[in-house]
């Protein structure tokens, strides 16, 4: 079976979880302050939504976190 996306966007939806479970919310408190579906963290978690640059950085920010930092962690 072909591997549908890259080691960079496992890297990122793992770190993307992390950050959500560290920062307290649930999935659905995280899609309310993205005002996005109550699916929409679920998809982007289990790899079925990817986000464009301007979502990361939304996505980044809601968790109070600055998108730099959290795009460096998926670089490094």
């Not at 591997?3 to 992390?18: G, N």
């Amino acid at each position: 079976m072909k591997q549908r996306y890259s080691r960079r966007h496992e890297k990122l939806r793992t770190i993307l979880r992390e950050e959500r479970i560290a920062a307290g919310l649930t999935q659905q408190q995280l899609a309310d302050r993205l005002k996005r579906s109550d699916n929409f963290v679920s998809y982007v978690e289990r790899g079925e939504r990817m986000l464009n640059v301007l979502e990361f950085i939304d996505y980044a920010t809601a968790l109070n976190i600055d998108p730099r930092k959290l795009l460096a962690r998926v670089m490094a």
